[in-house]
T-cell receptor, first 114, second 114 residues
Framework: DARVTQTPRHKVTEMGQEVTMRCQPI?????VFWYRQTMMQGLELLAY????????DSGMPKDRFSAEMPDATLATLKIQPSEPRDSAVYFC????????????FGPGTRLTVL | AQSVTQLDSQVPVFEEAPVELRCNYS??????LFWYVQYPNQGLQLLLK??????LVKGINGFEAEFNKSQTSFHLRKPSVHISDTAEYFC????????????FGTGTRLQVTL
């Protein structure tokens, strides 16, 4: 049963520290999405990639967030420096890149910044 | 640009009762529509999607939705709910063009009680 995996599942850190979240998309999927979910804002799209190239990162605070795909099996989302307002659940999803396709979500990384 | 409105933030219902979760969308072009479900502490998973053809779409776990173009709606229904249906439900619309980005609604919390 192919699944999207995310690590770590939980992360508690102090303000100012660097945070790196990792995602392994389903093998064969060429599109990866990063979402952030909070009670106040709901589900927000931060960035997404197709064939490892960033297509849209307009939802991401550019000064502190960065997203990359070093290879087809790994996507990373980095926050440096982290702030308390970054506390949220971060989801990665992957798909085959067409408008009709299903997005397959990982279990999320719950980030708490103290 | 597309948008999705889920008017009900919470829907309480008794077990075995029918339920309808409302979703309205706004778009200047034809759309694809999706319902995703999020169980506690999990990522989202696809319930069903409307691409074309029959306006009544059947999904997993006994859910169905009806696409109504004139009313720009895509309401989700289930004739008899179970305790295990307690979850957050998200309606989403695909973006135009070649991208596979989804625009999500704010979600409806379905709370099923005995």
């Amino acid at each position: 049963d192919a699944r999207v995996t995310q690590t770590p599942r939980h992360k508690v850190t102090e303000m100012g520290q660097e945070v790196t979240m990792r995602c392994q998309p389903i093998l064969g999927h060429n599109t990866v999405f990063w979402y952030r979910q909070t009670m106040m804002q709901g589900l927000e799209l931060l960035a997404y990639f197709r064939n490892r190239a960033p297509l849209d990162d307009s939802g991401m605070p550019k000064d502190r967030f960065s997203a990359e795909m070093p290879d087809a099996t790994l996507a990373t989302l980095k926050i440096q420096p982290s702030e308390p307002r970054d506390s949220a659940v971060y989801f990665c999803a992957s798909g085959l890149g067409h408008r009709t396709d299903t997005q397959y979500f990982g279990p999320g990384t719950r980030l708490t910044v103290l | 640009a597309q948008s999705v409105t889920q008017l009900d933030s919470q829907v309480p219902v008794f077990e075995e009762a029918p339920v309808e979760l409302r979703c309205n969308y706004s778009s200047s072009v034809s759309v694809y529509l999706f319902w995703y479900v999020q169980y506690p502490n999990q990522g989202l998973q696809l319930l069903l999607k409307y691409l074309s053809g029959s306006t009544l779409v059947k999904g997993i776990n006994g859910f169905e939705a009806e696409f109504n173009k004139s009313q720009t709606s895509f309401h989700l229904r289930k004739p008899s709910v179970h305790i295990s249906d307690t979850a957050e439900y998200f309606c989403a619309v695909s973006s135009t063009g070649t991208a596979s980005k989804l625009t999500f609604g704010t979600g409806t919390r379905l709370q099923v009680t005995l």
